[in-house]
């Protein structure tokens, strides 16, 4: 294996309100039941979300960060996307060895290992490149916004190489 992954998700910058710290799979239903359920409560209740999400202001020296802690003369490629699931498919044409992920939410499976068995999504495409055979080395480095802690993962953690860097 041979390269590194770097992936950012946009609500790494993102400070969350309490009742959006989940993770949820990017579909139709979730669509449905969760975003616009809460859009709809929040409107009932005279708030419009749509004007209460912002930055927290991480992103002002975030890139700068990125050139002093990693070697990034040999890019190679960069890819905007809409959802991470796409970083599965990434790292298993790139032949990869290691994953760096700037997240609010760690993306191994919610659900312990049984999670890893379901169809790659958003929620699970990390876990599931370990899974596959397809990494030997994760880093995940939380969101300061995430509710999110390494613990949460022990089963995950105790079988693969996941190591959460500050």
Not at 125 to 149: C, H, V
Request: glycine share 8%; aromatic share 16%.
């Amino acid at each position: 294996m041979g390269g590194v992954l770097l992936t950012v998700d946009w609500d790494y910058f993102m400070p969350y309100m309490k009742e959006w710290k989940g993770s949820y799979a990017e579909n139709k239903s979730n669509i449905l039941k969760h975003w616009y359920r809460i859009y709809i409560e929040s409107y009932i209740k005279g708030i419009d979300i749509t004007k209460s999400m912002d930055i927290g202001g991480e992103e002002k020296d975030f890139w700068d960060n990125i050139v002093e802690k990693f070697q990034l003369e040999n890019v190679h490629k960069i890819v905007v996307s809409e959802s991470h699931e796409m970083a599965y498919e990434i790292a298993k044409e790139g032949d990869l060895r290691e994953i760096y992920s700037f997240d609010a939410h760690s993306d191994l499976g919610y659900g312990g290992i049984e999670s890893l068995n379901f169809e790659v999504n958003c929620a699970n495409w990390l876990g599931k490149l370990f899974r596959d055979g397809l990494i030997n080395e994760a880093n995940i480095i939380y969101s300061p916004y995430s509710a999110e802690r390494a613990e949460d993962f022990k089963e995950i953690n105790e079988r693969f190489n996941i190591k959460y860097p500050t």
